[in-house]
T-cell receptor
Framework: QQQVKQSPQSLIVQKGGISIINCAYE??????FPWYQQFPGKGPALLIA?????SEKKEGRFTISFNKSAKQFSLHIMDSQPGDSATYFC??????????FGAGTTVTVRA | DGGITQSPKYLFRKEGQNVTLSCEQN?????MYWYRQDPGQGLRLIYY???????QKGDIAEGYSVSREKKESFPLTVTSAQKNPTAFYLC???????????????FGSGTRLTVV
């Protein structure tokens, strides 16, 4: 039973376009929502994270939007570049520090 | 440089054989985790440990075993009881305490295990 549901499974975007990945959760005890980026054959790396007391966090071209009432959060990649082609995972944790991961989204940016 | 080292990068297991995957960290993190990654299924938690000499089962612990004798090390043994062990295995660590800034995981580069 996956505690964090992620969609879409994959997406293709043109260079310069916007990539949007959505995640939803049920556990209201979750209080930390990170996103990880993974390149083939490598371990995931923390990209950006948000706490539920803010609705949006931006770091460079990456933005997390958070909707606490809907129990949803999303990652927006602005001005997508070929180097952004990777698999992205959303995750969530509560005070037990264990992260529950979404199933992942493979993003392909076409030049 | 601080980080997590997983070895070997590739591992081949024969039917009925136990194999051990190594995970070492020099981040002084208290908590360590093992995840299994299969295509289309994301990351599934096998075992985790929040302090030395203590560990708990994750969602898919059957056929696996771990030990945590040192803070720096958290080896995973894939036993012959694991019927479908071919996967990419990831080790991670986190501070495991304090503020949310410490919630984030640092991952190793993974071990790809294949049954031959």
């Amino acid at each position: 039973q996956q505690q964090v549901k992620q969609s879409p499974q994959s997406l293709i975007v043109q260079k310069g376009g916007i990539s949007i990945i959505n995640c939803a959760y049920e556990n209201t005890a979750f209080d930390y929502f990170p996103w990880y980026q993974q390149f083939p054959g490598k371990g995931p790396a923390l990209l950006i994270a948000i706490r539920p007391d803010v609705s949006e966090k931006k770091e460079g071209r990456f933005t997390i939007s958070f909707n606490k009432s809907a129990k949803q959060f999303s990652l927006h990649i602005m001005d997508s570049q070929p180097g952004d082609s990777a698999t992205y995972f959303c995750a969530a944790s509560s005070n037990d520090y264990k992260l529950s991961f979404g199933a992942g989204t493979t993003v392909t940016v076409r030049a | 440089d601080g980080g997590i080292t997983q070895s070997p990068k590739y591992l081949f297991r024969k039917e009925g054989q136990n194999v051990t995957l190594s995970c070492e960290q020099n981040l002084n993190h208290d908590a360590m985790y093992w995840y299994r990654q299969d295509p289309g299924q994301g990351l599934r938690l096998i075992y985790y440990s929040q302090i030395v000499n203590d560990f708990q089962k994750g969602d898919i612990a059957e056929g696996y075993s771990v030990s945590r004798e040192k803070k720096e090390s958290f080896p995973l043994t894939v036993t012959s009881a694991q019927k479908n062990p071919t996967a990419f295995y990831l080790c991670a660590s986190s501070s495991g305490q304090g503020s949310s800034a410490n919630y984030g995981y640092t991952f190793g580069s993974g071990t790809r295990l294949t049954v031959v």
